[in-house]
C-alpha cells in the first residue's frame, strides 16, 4: 500500500483546511508503456470489486494502475452520515490532480502515460481533472458515470474519451448522451445491453472490462 500526502483543498468549507493522508494500491506491470488512476464513484473506495476486476483486465493488458482512496477514513465516516462529500466534484477533482502530479514524480511511474478510469462521481472527477490538465492525460474512461457533474469543464477536454452506461441505466445513460455532445475531444459512448448501473448481469462488466482495458493500450504511450 502507498500512502500519499495532498494538499488543502481551497476555498472548501466541507472539510478542515489541512494536509491529508490518502491510501493507494500502485501495481505496474516491468513493460507498461503507462498507467491508469482510478477515481472511485459515490461511496466507495479504493477496494470496489468492480474497479479491482477492470484493473485486472488493464494489468493484463500491460498498463499499469493505481487505485486509491479519494477521502480519508475520517472523510468516509463523515460522508457515510451525509452523504455531501462524494459529490463534491471539485474535491476529488482537485485531489485526482494532486495525486496525478505525485505520479508523474515517481521515479517508476514517471515516464509513463497517463490515463483515467472514473466510476460514477468519479467520472465527473476524472473529466474536471482532465480538462485541468490537458493533454498530459492519454485516455478517459467512465464507467456508469456522471459527466454531467463536470459542468463547464466539459467542453475543454483535450483527452480521448470513451463513456460506458448500462442499456437499463436509463437516467444515467440520458445524461452521458447529452454530456457526450458537449465534449470536443475524441469521444466514443459505448451501451452495454441489458445493462444496469452496476453492471451486475452476467458478462457486463467483463465488456465494461474489455472495453477499458483496450482503450487504454491503444491510446497510453511513454512520456
Same mark, same amino acid.
Given at each position: 500500500?502507498?500512502?500519499?500526502?495532498?494538499?488543502?483543498?481551497?476555498?472548501?468549507?466541507?472539510?478542515?483546511?489541512?494536509?491529508?493522508?490518502?491510501?493507494?494500491? *500502485?501495481?505496474?506491470?516491468?513493460?507498461?508503456?503507462?498507467?491508469?488512476?482510478?477515481?472511485?464513484?459515490?461511496?466507495?473506495?479504493?477496494? $470496489?470489486?468492480?474497479?479491482?476486476?477492470?484493473?485486472?483486465?488493464?494489468?493484463?493488458?500491460?498498463?499499469?494502475?493505481?487505485?486509491?482512496?479519494?477521502?480519508?477514513?475520517?472523510?468516509?465516516?463523515?460522508?457515510?452520515?451525509?452523504?455531501?462529500?462524494?459529490?463534491?466534484?471539485?474535491?476529488?477533482?482537485?485531489?485526482?490532480?494532486?495525486?496525478?502530479?505525485?505520479?508523474?514524480?515517481?521515479?517508476?511511474?514517471?515516464?509513463?502515460?497517463?490515463?483515467?478510469?472514473?466510476? $460514477?462521481?468519479?467520472?465527473?472527477?476524472?473529466?474536471?481533472?482532465?480538462?485541468?490538465?490537458?493533454?498530459?492525460?492519454?485516455?478517459?474512461?467512465?464507467?456508469?458515470?456522471?459527466?454531467?457533474?463536470?459542468?463547464?469543464?466539459?467542453? $475543454?477536454?483535450?483527452?480521448?474519451? *470513451?463513456?460506458?452506461?448500462?442499456?437499463?441505466?436509463?437516467?444515467?445513460?440520458?445524461?452521458?448522451?447529452?454530456?457526450?455532445?458537449?465534449?470536443?475531444?475524441?469521444?466514443? *459512448?459505448?451501451?452495454?445491453?441489458?445493462?444496469?448501473?452496476?453492471?451486475?448481469?452476467?458478462?457486463?462488466?467483463?465488456?465494461?472490462?474489455?472495453?477499458?482495458?483496450?482503450?487504454?493500450?491503444?491510446? *497510453?504511450?511513454?512520456?
Amino acid at each position: 500500500m502507498v500512502r500519499i500526502r495532498v494538499g488543502p483543498a481551497d476555498n472548501d468549507s466541507s472539510i478542515p483546511a489541512q494536509t491529508v493522508t490518502l491510501d493507494g494500491d *500502485l501495481t505496474v506491470p516491468p513493460t507498461a508503456a503507462g498507467i491508469v488512476l482510478f477515481a472511485h464513484g459515490s461511496g466507495s473506495s479504493r477496494l $470496489s470489486p468492480r474497479n479491482q476486476f477492470v484493473a485486472r483486465a488493464i494489468r493484463e493488458a500491460g498498463v499499469g494502475t493505481f487505485l486509491f482512496d479519494l477521502l480519508t477514513r475520517e472523510e468516509e465516516a463523515k460522508d457515510a452520515v451525509t452523504g455531501r462529500l462524494r459529490f463534491d466534484i471539485g474535491l476529488l477533482a482537485r485531489r485526482l490532480v494532486e495525486v496525478t502530479r505525485w505520479i508523474t514524480n515517481q521515479p517508476v511511474t514517471q515516464k509513463l502515460g497517463i490515463g483515467y478510469f472514473g466510476a $460514477s462521481t468519479g467520472g465527473a472527477a476524472a473529466l474536471v481533472a482532465a480538462a485541468e490538465i490537458g493533454p498530459a492525460i492519454d485516455a478517459v474512461v467512465s464507467r456508469g458515470g456522471r459527466p454531467d457533474l463536470a459542468s463547464e469543464a466539459l467542453e $475543454s477536454v483535450q483527452s480521448p474519451t *470513451l463513456l460506458i452506461v448500462g442499456e437499463r441505466d436509463e437516467t444515467v445513460l440520458e445524461l452521458n448522451r447529452s454530456a457526450f455532445d458537449r465534449l470536443p475531444c475524441e469521444k466514443e *459512448l459505448k451501451v452495454i445491453t441489458r445493462a444496469t448501473h452496476l453492471f451486475e448481469e452476467p458478462g457486463a462488466l467483463e465488456q465494461v472490462a474489455r472495453l477499458a482495458a483496450d482503450w487504454f493500450r491503444r491510446r *497510453l504511450r511513454p512520456r
